[in-house]
Nanobody
Framework: QVQLVESGGGLVQPGGSLRLSCRVS???????????IGWFRQAPGKEREGVAC????????NYADSVKGRFTVSRDAANHTVYLQMNSLKPEDTARYYC???????????????????WGQGTLVTVSS
């Protein structure tokens, strides 16, 4: 079973930056090589939405329109970690951010979060002055 642990959230002013991390562990040291990792977020009272994703080999990514040009997803296979670099943050980016894993790229990167069964506990991002 793949396990995910997010970190890096916090309070930041509008226009600021944060980098979130998603540490991947599980039954194999190669878990990151088998799974597409997606970043999702959920604000209070709102539905969970997809933000960014990266394929198991790192060759393909996808971004929600609302974050294109501001967020960048990357992976460090040696450290079994996927990152989400968030720049030019806006108050509407405030949410709890989760990472999720699946072997199916389309399920993750089409933001079909209801079909995903492996999630981290989330990390809270607050953008406010």
């Amino acid at each position: 079973q793949v396990q995910l642990v997010e970190s890096g959230g916090g309070l930041v002013q509008p226009g600021g930056s944060l980098r979130l991390s998603c540490r991947v562990s599980g039954f194999s040291e190669f878990s990151l090589d088998y799974n597409t990792i997606g970043w999702f977020r959920q604000a209070p009272g709102k539905e969970r939405e997809g933000v960014a994703c990266i394929s198991s080999d790192g060759s393909s990514t996808n971004y929600a329109d609302s974050v294109k040009g501001r967020f960048t997803v990357s992976r460090d296979a040696a450290n079994h970690t996927v990152y989400l670099q968030m720049n030019s943050l806006k108050p509407e980016d405030t949410a709890r951010y989760y990472c999720a894993a699946d072997v199916n790229f389309k399920v993750v990167c089409n933001w079909n979060y209801r079909y995903l069964g492996v999630w981290g506990q989330g990390t809270l991002v607050t953008v406010s002055s």
